[in-house]
């Protein structure tokens, strides 16, 4: 996994509550094996039922059609598992993700993919919000993982909380699978224990065991 | 201190603490799809790794497979590279696929419990939200992303933060009209769509333990419209009932066995829930969602809000809802013009659903130029329904008795709607565009649809009664 350590960029404000997996990657119909996913990404909400743009749409702006930071609102990106709603943002450079909540699922998803994903109070979020609409694309902002700090124009700052264990496998990049796998005894052994307690655990098909 | 369920599947079920503080939990019964298990596969491949399980590890073909009656893997041409792909890898890894035409086939929430594969405190991952449908056994499930697949299908482990614990309680006697759908949906509207988040959910109280088992799958199939990554309800006499004799369950001394253990999971009395809720659903009546997250839910009798009878920082939402649905403030749900009527999906395509919407469907005729879908959850379910004339009833009355599949659920084998149509659908979430480009989709339960496909329109309670 790429490691995340620092980002300075465009934030994009996208200020909207429970916004959910089907609107930012739709599935639907023509689903394709390859995916062009900045091209995915609100589908539905960036162009007209015609299929031409509209242009007032946050993501059709010039100044953000690519972007280093997505700023959006509460229970941030609620809805289905599909990984997709987490690539078609890398697609457009975004690896950063500010809200004041994310549903569960996808905040998984983010750290997965190499994306920070930040929950802020309602006041820090206030603040940043308001910065970052004013900004409107002309003034970077920076996210730094080593100091925690978040910061942008007019001298803003702002301290977040990340998890001692997502910051140091962001940092690091660390594969998952591959952690997970430096404990292949322990999981051997739990697979032996289990067999012996819950027998039918350990078996799935039409066998009387 | 007491334990609840959520509390002993789990224990019984870590592996160790990785060194990174998260926890490594065993995971008994795998089934992936041919929508995201191909990137999954293929990532595995390139990193020189195979499926540490495949005993434990099965492939469902159902978000892509066409519902139309009759199909083969080429009716539906954009999904059969989906299917192939996973085809391919599968047998590469020795994974078991429950392909087209085969006993087993159908949406893998509702084939892993009849089947007798998910058991009550197993552990269950699927790479699909909707996993959290077998809690309604007291299995605790995850869905996941494809990265999280592909760990489970390397070391049959997920890496989990321990989440907390939440219980409802479901007060009361439901209405003779509502069923667990209702349940669900009136759940919604009191804890909203992320009142769970962080949270597994146990749903406990006189409803929850007077649901069949079908309806307990429906209700936990919801948990995350919930904001919950998983629900469960704790196994009893009716699910150990339900089980017995299908065909992967234990059998014989085993099941015995299985059987002393399974009595010992539901929550101690002491239990302790970092989040208690009460929902009052005595005499509950039919609910419906009005606008586009599964949370704006009404009573089938009652009336779109009116933004200006709310505070103003909940207006926005509210007016873009109603825009979007193509309704005026404080308008009256019942009465509006359906166009089409989908009954199915892993939430609401178990047979004593397609039972409850037949019942309604005898001897009518769908209105005309309504487009109506039964797609029954499996194959086995299709089988049972043909064999009681199930079959006869829909397509007499004009509907198509299509083949299983997620079909107009998730859109992803080209079934859905036209911008501006009205759609009664039995399934799980009423998001924008999800059935279709403009498509307006109002979450039913199974009876409400059916009426709805013979009145051509929204119909309320009096007018379901009139139509028993």
């Known amino acids: ?209 | 201190m007491g334990r609840s369920l959520f509390d002993k599947i789990w224990d019984a079920h870590v592996v160790c603490k990785r060194m990174d503080g998260r926890e490594l939990l065993f995971i008994d019964r795998h089934i992936t799809h041919e929508l995201h298990a191909p990137h999954a596969f293929k990532k595995l491949k390139e990193a020189g790794r195979v499926v540490r399980r495949p005993d434990i590890t099965f492939s469902a073909l159902d978000h892509t497979p066409a519902s139309t009656p009759g199909r083969d893997d080429t009716t539906n041409p954009e999904g059969k590279p989906f299917m192939d792909a996973v085809r391919a890898a599968s047998r590469e890894n020795k994974v078991r696929v429950f392909d087209l035409g085969d006993a087993e086939h159908g949406i893998s929430h509702v084939v892993g419990p009849e089947i007798g594969m998910v058991l009550p405190g197993a552990t269950h991952a699927v790479p699909d939200s909707h996993a959290c449908t077998v809690g309604g056994l007291g299995a605790l499930a995850f869905g996941c992303g494809t990265t999280e697949l592909e760990h489970v299908l390397a070391t049959q482990v997920m890496a989990l933060v321990r989440p907390k614990r939440m219980r409802v309680h479901l007060e009361g006697k439901i209405g003779a009209l509502a069923s667990a759908k209702d349940v669900a949906l009136k759940v919604l509207s009191q804890i909203g769509v992320s009142g769970g988040r962080g949270h597994i959910i146990e749903f406990a109280g006189p409803v929850a333990r007077a649901l069949s088992i079908e309806g307990r799958l429906t209700l936990c199939n919801l948990t995350i419209e919930m904001g919950s990554r998983s629900g469960l309800v704790a196994p009893d006499d009716k699910t150990f009932e339900w089980l017995h004799g299908r065909p992967w369950a234990p059998k014989g001394a085993m099941w015995d066995r299985a059987l002393a253990y399974w009595r010992t999971l539901p929550s101690d009395e002491d239990a302790v829930f970092e989040r208690e809720v009460i929902v009052d659903c005595d005499g509950l009546q039919p609910q419906i969602t009005w606008g586009t997250d599964p949370a704006q839910v009404i009573e089938v009798n009652g009336r779109a809000p009116d933004p200006s009878a709310l505070p103003v920082e909940q207006r926005g939402a509210v007016e873009r809802a109603l825009d979007y649905m193509g309704l005026k403030p404080g308008e009256k749900i019942a009465g509006l013009p359906v166009h089409r009527v989908f009954i199915g999906s892993c939430t609401n395509a178990r047979l004593p659903d397609l039972q409850e919407a037949a019942q309604i469907v005898r001897g009518q005729h769908v209105a005309d130029g309504v487009f109506a879908l039964v797609s029954a959850g499996s194959a086995s379910v299709k089988r049972e329904a043909e064999a009681i004339g199930l079959d006869k009833i829909f397509r007499d009355a004009g509907f198509i008795w299509g083949e299983s599949a997620c079909s107009m659920c998730a859109g992803a084998n080209g079934d859905g709607g036209k911008a501006g149509e009205r759609i009664l659908s039995t399934t799980n979430r009423n998001f924008e565009n999800r059935q279709g480009r403009g498509v307006r989709t109002h979450l039913v339960g199974p009876a409400l649809a059916a009426a709805a496909a013979i009145a051509g329109k929204i119909v309320d309670v009096p007018q379901m009664k009139a139509g028993d």
């Open chain 1, 1 to 209: 996994m790429k490691a995340f350590t620092s980002v300075t960029g465009t934030a994009i404000p996208f200020i909207e509550d429970d916004v959910n997996t089907d609107q930012i990657a739709p599935i639907g119909a023509g689903a394709r094996m390859s995916e062009d996913y900045a091209h995915t990404l609100f589908r539905h909400r960036r162009r007209g039922p015609d299929g031409a743009e509209i242009p007032d749409f946050v993501f059709n702006q010039p100044q953000f059609r690519t972007g280093a930071i997505l700023v959006s609102g509460r229970n941030f990106g609620c809805g289905s598992s599909r990984e997709s709603a987490v690539w078609t943002f890398l697609a457009i450079g975004v690896t950063c993700i500010i809200a004041r909540s994310f549903a569960d699922m996808y905040r998984e998803n983010c750290l997965q993919n190499g994306i920070l994903p930040i929950t802020l109070s309602d006041e820090q979020a206030d603040r940043l919000e308001a910065a970052v609409v004013a900004a409107n694309g002309a003034s970077p902002f920076t996210v730094d993982l080593h100091s925690q700090e978040l910061s942008g124009p007019d001298g803003l700052k702002i301290s977040f909380e990340v998890s001692p264990a997502d910051r140091t496998r962001l940092l690091e990049g660390l594969d998952d699978i591959g952690l997970t796998m430096k404990h292949r005894a322990e999981i051997e052994a739990f697979e032996k224990k289990m067999a012996e307690a819950l027998p039918w655990s350990q078996r799935a098909d039409a066998s009387s065991l």
